[in-house]
C-alpha cells in the first residue's frame, strides 16, 4: 500500500487529527478513505460519535474493560467489536489516552477491492449494500477482534485512514445515533447528503431499539 498512497497522491491522517472531542472529528472524518493493504479502500460516508463517560449510549460509559479497552489508548487506533453474534464493527478512538471516545463508521462507498468485498459479503444484490451500515462496512473490509487496537495512522497492521483532499461536505446531514436507548437527543450521527451509501437505519424505529448500543 505505501506504493498505492504514492501513486494516487493519498495522505496518512496525522495523529493531531484525533486529538479532539469525537463530535468534532466525526464529520471531519467524512469523505476520508478507509484503506487495506490487500487492496480494499472505501470513502466514509456516514459515522457516529461516542464520548466516554459524558455519554450513557458508549461502551465506555462505566469505565474501562477488556471489551472496550482500546477505546482508552492512543488516538487514532482502532476500537473493534462484535455485536448480533456476528458482525465485528469499526471505531477510530478519538482524545487524549484515558477519555473512552470514539467515532463509529457507518458507512462507506467502496473505491477499490470491490471483488474481495463482495466475496466477503456474499454477493449482495447492489454494491450499494456491501459497506452500507457498521456490520456491513466490518465484513466488507474483513475488520475482525484482530485488528481492536490497529494504528490507522501508522497502518502496521495492514489498515489505515487515509484522505486524497476530498474535504468534508460543507453542510453534513446530522441526526440522532442510531440503536441506542440513551443518549438519544444528541443528533450525533453525521453523514454525506443524499449518499447512495448511507445506511438506511432510521432512528426510532422498531428495529434500531433492538439493536445494542454502539461504543
Not at 457516529?48 to 474493560?65: I, L, M, N, Q
Not at 482524545?95 to 457507518?106: D, N
Not at 471483488?115 to 450499494?128: F, K, N, S
Request: charged residues 20%; aromatic residues 6%.
Amino acid at each position: 500500500m505505501p506504493g498505492a498512497m504514492a501513486a494516487t497522491g493519498w495522505r496518512r491522517v496525522p495523529r493531531g487529527f484525533y486529538l479532539r472531542h469525537p463530535a468534532v472529528v466525526a464529520p471531519e472524518l467524512l469523505n476520508k478513505l478507509l484503506v487495506r493493504d490487500d487492496g480494499r479502500a472505501g470513502r466514509i460516508v456516514e459515522v457516529e460519535a461516542y464520548a466516554g463517560s459524558e455519554d450513557p449510549a458508549a461502551h465506555s460509559f462505566r469505565g474501562p474493560t477488556a471489551r472496550n479497552a482500546s477505546m482508552f489508548g492512543e488516538a487514532g487506533h482502532l476500537y473493534v467489536y462484535f455485536t448480533y453474534g456476528m458482525h465485528w464493527c469499526a471505531n477510530a478512538v478519538c482524545g487524549p489516552e484515558g477519555e473512552g471516545w470514539g467515532v463509529l463508521l457507518r458507512a462507506l462507498e467502496p473505491l477499490a477491492g470491490l471483488d474481495l468485498m463482495r466475496e466477503a459479503r456474499g454477493h449482495p444484490a447492489r454494491d450499494t449494500l456491501l459497506a452500507s451500515g457498521p456490520g456491513r462496512l466490518g465484513q466488507a473490509m474483513g475488520i475482525t477482534k484482530a485488528l481492536d487496537g490497529a494504528d490507522l495512522v501508522a497502518g502496521g497492521q495492514g489498515i489505515r485512514l487515509l484522505t486524497d483532499g476530498v474535504a468534508p461536505p460543507a453542510e453534513a446531514a446530522a441526526g440522532p445515533r442510531i440503536g441506542i436507548r440513551q443518549g438519544i437527543e444528541r443528533p450525533w450521527r453525521w453523514w454525506v447528503p443524499g449518499h447512495a451509501h448511507v445506511s438506511r437505519g432510521r432512528p426510532g424505529s422498531p428495529a434500531a431499539r433492538r439493536r445494542s448500543p454502539e461504543p
